[in-house]
Each structure stands twice: as structure tokens, then as C-alpha cells.
């Protein structure tokens, strides 16, 4: 079969390799219909990300048709169309118990990490029972595939954790596909004011059109002072920080009201300063998460009764043999503009 | 002035009375700008509510100009706008500190009930600064009415005590002008489904119209059935019962799933069979609540921001010379199709 | 192997059977070493339990060695000393993903029901890897027994859904084995009085024992009037039903106080009178729970830390080829003042 | 009166003072009985807290027995026995409504602050229906004192923010008696384990008796080598930071679990190191908080019930006299081992 591999810092290729085999009871094979290329994807590329070994086939998205399962599989059968969840969860150890499936001792994140993933034509999946999701009958398979891994990270690490409610006013530093996802879910709960900050006007008006009541661009530095103005010198309920560097993290804490949450999902490759000598009696949260898709039913849900319009977030299509092409133009997402690039077998 | 008063079962009037007094530090007097009738208001008329005595001037909601503040009021000062909570607070007791107005040791539900009410032109408001509410600049006042008592009804007891959640699936039994404020106020929280269930099928219709995803009428006694075929035999996260009899309270023991919860909003004048011998295990919760008014800073800022237009319950406008046919217009809702009269000063 | 067999209603016999096999690959088969009986089993032969047919081993609880497991049994091994869970988990349906293992629709309480159970040499236990959990070593194997089944019911269903907290005013109507368990593990929150309430002076004694601060007889059905006189005349805030019969879940309508809990524990055969003409306005909750045993864990951490002492439960101890005296014994319960029964292999 | 008084950096002086008289109608004069001294009263006499100028009479605990009240005092007269929260709280803003007391925009911290405080015989408190609470009848009035401000600051900042539960692994970093207060509530939730740090062997010898599960000393500085040694690799499930400078946050941030909270006490001067590329995927919250004093109803039953024995706290007894000398004990805490000194008038 084609597959796209990680070959090590820089090397990238589309190369033919065996189609993978049921290796333990609880496994599937999973043939692709559709993938989609993850930011994570370009920090691997990178070198940024030393549990992903070069010869690794990248991608940890994607919808597509069972093939087999191991004979422990009880829920999923050749044929069933399925979502592929960004983390396996083996639903036996302690942090798959409390729902915690990110931690998973045995799982976690590992598609397309630390074992082969979905930018190929078929991937094995372990703990089927417990990290495929059943695509709904008629569904449309391009939204499902913001099911795996970027609507749950949004909609957890952003929206769930930051506890947005009717009527709050949420912050969301980042207007990158997490942050717009975090402003797509984020509508979930009706709060009354959801204020996008990022650099790029771009983004900044796709935004308005995602939903945001008011956009700032930060390249004046003044965000902060806007979002303080625009909020009554009170600040945000809600800060999300969406982008993953220590200024964006500083800025949720100089926004956050008293009483308010800073809900980081950026991946950060560096500490912050944490102002604990302003903070310390700011009655505030701060929450880290990976994410766990344990929300992944309640957002197929979601997307079913058309509560939320998940497509919206792909911005460029291409076919699997284009993949090359679709790195390059996710790659460059400032002159693109893309969001998602969705990848068709 | 002029006031509507209960004389006794079955008797009402319009009579003079003496304009109302600051009688303790912490009361206000307020100006009615607009008022509105509620379903209780009914039941008084009909001599259902023993603690209202004749002579009572009814009515519990209305927005107003404060006229004058007694010594110790602080957050409000002659001229402001203001809406006035069905429920008064003394912001001192236990429950009051608990965030349970509606069981004020000093308050509760007093207003145009143990106390003369707002379907006057003036009306003695106590605790004012903890049972009034500043109407903001330039809000529609016709929808501010909504925030004294029928959006928290249905928001609180109804939604937030039936913990509606995106992607759930929510039955409203009763379509009446409550059943469509938690219909209206569940939509804060992206459920997948809403089904309404009424008798009525203007009511139903009017559902339809307000967001409801689908309607059953239950005329021929099967919307158990019909509810439990939609749901794949499966039941409702949410059934609110939003009637106050015994039949309506047992078709949501019929239809919730396990791990769901009822959640009443309807006044009950009797006893109902709870059915313990198939609940026991369904792992379910059962929720009673008199509104506490705590949610309407939050339900504010909703309409505020246009996430909510409560302005929609408003089907009839009178002006307050003509409250006895405001109360006509309301009381043969059947006919009228009334849902919220509005009453102008 | 020798069992105890439920032969139709009434008739009990210790009776040779097969060992039983592994028969799907989540299979384990366990070697008995402790197990007890439940009022549940008691229900049983008298033929109440209409999903428990004739020639079926009774028994949900124990403790034992892993004899042998299928080849998708990752997390025991033979020879590991484990807990048997009286709820089988899938770990894979919709309730499962969500801890409400009792509505797993491929297990639930199905063990010594609708499979063979635990009073016998051997069982096998479906879903191993979720349904069983590991012994510590050096535990006290009898305590571990009380958390197959007894422990979790009182805390889950009467101490977690009756939110029992630091300060609050807990009631607890019967002091049965559940009750009991339920007001051990109460004390997990420190609340400032529990109030046990029974018909039988030898259990009010051993609550005092074990943690009561205030004992009722409510031999003269006076308890309600009992209770309001202890608590000011404000009730309880926590009522938790251990009894299943309409009588005492009513006597918890009468003691609740406004923003209070009925948790019911008990198994109830009737529907119960349900005073919402009284209740509607109250601002209380009812719940309903089969035990999930999702706090198996949490459990066992608090009785390896001794936080709580188990096996203050077990007043009798038996051998196997006891059995039937053992049955006698806590059938008999008024005169032997049987709580928990201990029957070793 | 007599009154302790801050006169600038390093001054301070017993003076003669007028005896406070009502200012606004929710004002009440207590006379004191008990108070004691705080260690933000130390940090103001070095000149730390920039709101409290020279020229206050300094203190925020104690009890007393009201001898005035305004006009629109209710809930209290004179001869009532008092505690005095150290929040003021206006009971109507914005975060009062929100039980954010701490936040409150007409009071919060502002006894011995900004206003005059409760080392004097006589103490004006304002907004006294929501800021006093009733002494209990033949309540120890010695343990009452522990309720203005270290219980309820170690049990809502530590052990609520903290999330303590049944079963849980809690470490306290910093044994003094904040430590200690959270030491002491941490035992109403029945965790498993809870590990005092400190350099002080004292103070751990204390945390034993306290009802420590385990003591470290980090003179070495290998705490975190330690604490990841005693939970099997895994790290604790809260982490309470009772000191207030960067290392030991840092030592939170070392030790706690994937899932766990860090609750922040400690009054922080400058900021910290926050090492998101550690902790963005661990799934953590970091909790911060100003005391609100909302649980103090709480508490005062935990205490009236003997569930807690507050008075452990007290090391030292002084008359007012000698106040100076308090002053002198309770700054020299490393050789008096004192912990809190009560001074009584």
C-alpha cells in the first residue's frame, strides 16, 4: 500500500509498504477514506518530537471501513464505516477508567507517533472496541473527520475546560484551526461575547464569520489593553490560549477576571512566567489537557443535529497521491489560508 | 393610584389606592414601566393560593423607574431602570447565602402574594439591592419583563436542574408559555434533540417555530410510545415537566433513560405515583424547584447579547386600563393563543 | 466443582457442576477463596428476581485467585489474588464509556442472575480486565469481600448521589447491612450528624458503634417528628432510603429539607406516593441508583489507607460446606443479628 | 480604647484610640473578646502591603459580642456573640452574589487593612448581616477564633480548590500553620494519603500529630525524589503550596499527577517558573485564591460537631496587655514553635 512516512528532520516521502496486519486480539485494520493533516504532523517533520522514530507513517485523523478485527473486537465489524480517534484507549487502566484515555498506560497518543498511522492506505488500530467510533448512517464523512483529533481538542481543552457558560465572555488567544474549533464548540454554550486575538487579519475576519462577537489584531502589542477596554476594565471569564508560546500565555493572564479560567491548549515547547505575585489572590484557574475524545460521542451528536457545521473548517481538498501537495499548502497555511486540508483515497 | 387587586375567589377589580411607602431601609418604590400576568396570578384569582389574601394587589413581575430608596440602599438610586425579580432576597439568610432565594427565611415569593405586587403603578420592592436588577442602556424593555420570572423558571428548574448538555436529547411535556421558556433557554446548551408534547397543536406549532426538533401531540395518549421509537427505545437525557399533574409527571417517568433526570417545573396540586418498583435502578434524578432568580444576571446578559429573544413569549399588548382584558386575553389562552401579555403604564 | 444452586423458589441445594471454561477471550476464570451473600440472593429464592432461573449458582461477591484467562486478558494474570466486582463491565458500550457500568448492555448485574455466580469452588467472570480488581498485597482478603458489592451500593447510591458534605445533617432510614454500609462510608465527609433510623434497638446500637451521632426507633412512627425536633425543625439534607418500601421512602418526603437529597439505596417490589404538591417547590432531588461499582477503586484506597474499617461488617463466618447454615444464619437476622455473612474455601 | 497599631515600617505601638462609632446603617461595633495575629499582620509591619497605611489599627480575626448595630442591621443585635470573618462582604455586588466574597467591590480584605481592625477592644465591622456570623451557644469561643481566617483559608484555597478526596494522595508544602489548617480539613475528605513538607522538623513532628500520613524534610532538597518515590512514580492527586515562593510551587509543579490539582495558599511576592513543556499535556489545574469565608457556616458546624478540634492550632495565650509580647512570640516561630498565639481582652 502508499503511505506517507516520516523519514527524519526534513525528509518526507510517499513510499509502498505491506498493509498492515491484526497483531493483538483487540486490533482492527482500518481501510482510509479520508485524513487530514494535524499541526503535530509538521512539528514531527520538524524533528520536534523524539517518541516519533524516523521510517514512521505520520497521521492520527481519518475516517474509513473496517477490515478486520482481532477476535476480542466485539463492537466493530469488517465493513462498519468508522471515525478514528486521535487517541487509543485500551479502557482497562486506571486513566481510561476515569475517562482519562490521553494517559492511557497502554495507548495515548500513538497513531502515527510512536506506531504507524491513517496517512496511508490502511492502518491497524488497536483497542478498537474503545478508539474507533461508529460513523453514523448517511453522515457526511468530510465532517467526521473533524471528529478525531481537532474538534475534541478544541471543544475539551478549550471550551470544557474553561468552563464556558450562557452569557460569559471568553478570550481566545490563536486563530489557527484550534482556536477557530475552540470557537466553533465554545457556541455550544452561549456565552455572550467570544473575542478572537491573533496577528493575521485572515483568520482574524474568518473568525467574525466562525461566530467571534469581536476580533483584535495584536500587532500593535495592545491586545490586552482592548480586551481590558472592551470588557469593562473586568476581563474575560474565559482566556484560551490557542497558540503555545510563553507571550500568548502571559497575555490570557493579563485578561483573565477575577474568578475566571485560563484554559491552555497550545502545545508549548518552552516554560512561562507564571505572575503569581498578581495572581495569587485572583481566585483564577489554569488547566493543561491533552486531549482525551472522550467527548467524541457527545460531538457526533453535535454534528448529526447540525448544531455545529464541522466542514467549515476545511479549507482545501486533495487526493492521496496529491499528499505531498497538501503538506506544502498546510505548510504554508499564512499564504494559503488553509485551515484543514482533507485528504481523499 | 391604580391597582388590580384579588377580592376573594373569583373576584377581581381595578380600585384606587394610596401610593406605597419606603417602610424599611432596605426597600425601594418603584414606577411600573411594564408588567405581565403569570399563570399563579390564575390560580389566585381561582382562591388556589391560600397565603394570598383579598385585598392583595397581584402581579410579580415588571421593569420600572426607582422613585425612592430607603437609607441603607446602595446599588440603586431614584431614576434608575431596573427589572424586578418575582422572588425577594434578603441576601442574609442561610439560603439566600446558599444562592436559594426562592426560600428566603425574610422573602421569597412575597410580591403580589403575601405583599401588595406590580400590576400597579407603583410597588414597594424589599431588599432592593439584592431583588432589583439594573436594566441596561438602551435594552428592549418588553423583553427585560421576561428576566422577572418565566425565563429563570424554565432556564432553572427546567434546563439547569434537567442538566441539559450539547448533543443530548431533551422532552418537554407542556408547550404553555413555561415549557417554551425552557424550550427557548435549552437551546443555551446545543442539545441534539428537543421534543415538545402538548395537546395543543397551535402550541405545538408555535414549538416548532421556537426551535423545538420535533412534536408530539398527545391526544391519543401514545407519546410514551412515539417518544420512546424516536430515542431507539432508548429515552430522554431530559424530561421536564412543565404541566403540574400527575399524568405529565408520569409520562417523564415513562420516557427517561437511565442515568437521565426529571426535572419539574409545574405547580402540583396533588400527589403523583412514583413508579420506585422500575426507577429503583434506573440510576435517574428527580428535581422539584421554586425559582431562585440566582441565574438572572447571566440570563441578562444572554438577551443582551441576542443569544435569547425573549421578546417571542410576548403574544398580546395591553395597556393597563386595560388589565381586565389583558387577564381575559390570558385566561382563555386556549383560544387566544396567548403566551405572554404585556402590560403597558 | 461443588456450588450453591437456586432450584426454584424455595428450594436451595449444594450440588456438583463442571468447573466452568473460558468462553470468549475477555473470559477469567477465578478460584473462589471468601464470598458472602447479599439480601439480594435471599430475594432470589424466593422468586422475585424473575431473570434468575432455576439450576443458576448464586452469588455476586468475593474475593479468589485468577485460575486461568482468554487471550484478550491483559491486566490478570493466573495466580493474581483479585476482587470480583458484582457488576459486569464491558468497558466498551455507551454506559460503560461513562462509569454507569450497571446499564452495561453487554453485562451489568448478570453474575450468580443471569450467569453462575460466586458461591461455588470457581466462576467465571466475563469483561475480566474491567469487572475484576487487584488485591493489594497484605490486604485483609475479608474486607476486600465488602467491596464487591456492599461498600460501593452505600456509598454511591446514598453517600455520593445524597451529596453528603463537611457540616451537613445526614439521615438514614435502616439499618440493615446497607444502611450500615452507607453510614460507614458517610464518614468519609465528616458530616456533623448522621441519624440512623430502624424499628430493631439492636441495630441502632451497633449504628452508635459504628458512627451514629443520634439513633430513632421508629417503632411509634414518630421518627419524622423525631427528626424535625433534632434538626430545629429544618430536616435533613441528606435523606438516604435503605429500607425499599413506600413507608420509609415517604418518612425521607418528611425529614428533607428544602435544597436537600433523597438518595434511595433500597430495592423496592411498589410504587411510593410521591407528595409533589408538597415537594414541587422544595428545591430537592431524588435519586435512583444501581450500584456502578466505579468507585471500586477509590474504595480501596480508603480501606488499604484504613480510612474506614471494612470488616466491621461481618458478624458470622462459615466454611463453604456451611453454606446452607450460613444462609439460615442471615436469613434469620432479627435473632442471630446477622449483618454481613463470611463463608471461606 | 486601647488598640494595636501599625505606625509605619518596623513601628508599632499600643495607643489609646476613640472607641468606633456606627458609620452606615449596616455597620455593627463589636467589642472584642478573642483575636489573634496573622502572618499578613508581620508582613504589614515590614511595610509590604502598600494598602495598609501608617496609623491602622491592625487585626481581622476574632470574636467578640456586638455592642451597636445600624439601622439596617437584621440578622444580629447587641449582647449577640460574634465571629468576625476577615472578609467584609457587602452581600450585593457582582461577586458577592457569586459567594466570590474576597472580590466583593464595597469590602473584601479591609479589616486591619484599610480600615481599622480587631487588636483594639472595640471593632467596627461593616456590612454585619453578611459578614459576622452567630457564636454558637456554649461554643469554645478559643476554637471560634480559628474560624475567621486560617480554617477556612486552608480548607477553601487547599483543600476545596484542591479537590481532596476519599482515597486521594495529598501533599502540603509548607507545614506552619496554614499548612497545618489544611492539614487539618484535608482529613474531612478521608484521602489515603496526605505528605507534609517543610525544613522544619518541628513543624513535621506537629504534622504527625495532626494526622499526617508521612513527613518529609526537604533540607536536602530531594522532596521531589521522595514524594515520586512514596506514590510508586506517579505523583500526587493535589499538591497544596503553603508557603508562597517560587521553589515551592515549583515543588507542585514536580510532584503532581497526570490529572491532579495544584492548590495555590502561599502569598506570592514575585513570580514563577511555570513549565508548560512539561505540564500542557498533563492534564493539571492550578488553583488559585483570596479566602472568601464562604464556607464558614461549614466550618462552625465541623467544629460544633467536634469533627475538627480547632484549638489545636493555639500554641501561645496572651492577655492584651501583652500583646506586644504575642507579637514578639508569634514573629520568632522557628524557636517558640509557635503556631497561632490567642490573645484575649
Redesign the interface.
Known amino acids: 500500500m502508499k503511505a506517507f512516512v516520516f523519514n527524519g528532520p526534513g525528509k518526507k516521502a510517499v513510499e509502498e509498504r505491506p498493509k498492515p496486519e491484526i497483531s493483538?486480539?483487540?486490533d482492527a485494520v482500518v481501510k482510509l477514506l479520508k485524513t487530514t493533516i494535524c499541526g503535530t504532523d509538521l512539528h514531527i517533520l520538524k524533528g520536534d518530537v523524539p517518541t516519533c522514530t524516523p521510517g514512521r507513517i505520520l497521521g492520527h485523523e481519518g475516517v474509513g471501513v473496517v477490515d478486520k478485527v482481532?477476535?476480542?473486537v466485539?463492537?466493530f465489524k469488517p465493513g462498519d464505516h468508522v471515525i478514528i480517534s486521535c487517541i487509543s484507549s485500551?479502557?482497562?487502566?486506571?486513566?481510561?477508567?476515569?475517562?482519562?484515555y490521553?494517559?492511557c498506560i497502554?495507548g495515548g497518543w500513538i497513531l502515527g507517533n510512536r506506531i504507524d498511522g491513517t496517512q496511508a492506505e490502511f492502518v491497524r488500530t488497536p483497542f478498537a472496541?474503545?478508539s474507533l467510533y461508529h460513523a453514523p448512517a448517511g453522515a457526511e464523512e468530510d465532517a467526521l473527520v473533524m471528529l478525531s483529533d481537532i474538534l475534541p481538542t478544541g471543544f475539551e481543552c478549550g471550551v470544557l475546560n474553561g468552563k464556558v457558560?450562557?452569557?460569559?465572555t471568553v478570550a481566545i488567544v490563536g486563530a489557527g484551526p484550534i482556536g477557530l474549533a475552540a470557537l466553533l464548540?465554545a457556541?455550544?454554550?452561549?456565552?455572550?461575547?467570544i473575542i478572537m486575538i491573533d496577528l493575521d487579519d485572515n483568520r482574524l475576519e474568518m473568525s467574525t464569520r466562525f461566530g467571534a462577537?469581536a476580533v483584535v489584531n495584536n500587532k500593535d502589542g495592545n491586545a490586552v489593553e482592548k480586551v481590558m477596554k472592551m470588557t469593562g476594565g473586568r476581563g474575560v471569564d474565559t482566556a484560551i490560549e490557542a497558540v503555545?508560546v510563553?507571550a500568548s500565555?502571559i497575555t490570557c493572564e493579563d485578561i483573565v477576571a477575577?474568578?475566571g479560567v485560563i484554559a491552555?491548549v497550545?502545545?508549548?515547547?518552552?516554560?512561562?512566567?507564571?505572575?503569581?505575585?498578581r495572581?495569587?489572590?485572583?481566585?483564577?484557574?489554569?488547566?493543561?489537557?491533552?486531549v482525551?475524545t472522550?467527548t467524541t460521542?457527545?460531538?457526533?451528536?453535535?454534528v448529526?443535529?447540525r448544531?455545529?457545521d464541522a466542514k467549515k473548517l476545511i479549507t482545501h481538498r486533495f487526493k492521496f497521491d496529491q499528499v505531498l501537495d497538501a503538506y506544502e499548502t498546510f505548510g504554508a497555511a499564512a499564504n494559503t489560508h488553509a485551515l484543514k486540508v482533507l485528504i481523499e483515497f
Not at 495572581?279 to 491533552?290: C, E, K, V
Not at 460521542?297 to 453535535?302: E, G, N, Q, V
Request: aromatic share 6%; charged share 20%; net charge neutral.
Open positions: 493483538a486480539p483487540t482481532g477476535n476480542a466485539t463492537a485500551c479502557g482497562t487502566c486506571e486513566y481510561c477508567r476515569r475517562g482519562m490521553s494517559h497502554n472496541d474503545t457558560q450562557p452569557g460569559s464548540t457556541q455550544f454554550y452561549a456565552p455572550a461575547e462577537t503555545g510563553p500565555f477575577p474568578g491552555n497550545g502545545v508549548h515547547g518552552v516554560k512561562a512566567d507564571l505572575h503569581l505575585e495572581l495569587w489572590d485572583r481566585n483564577i484557574s489554569i488547566t493543561t489537557r491533552l482525551d472522550s460521542p457527545m460531538l457526533l451528536k453535535t448529526q443535529s448544531r455545529i
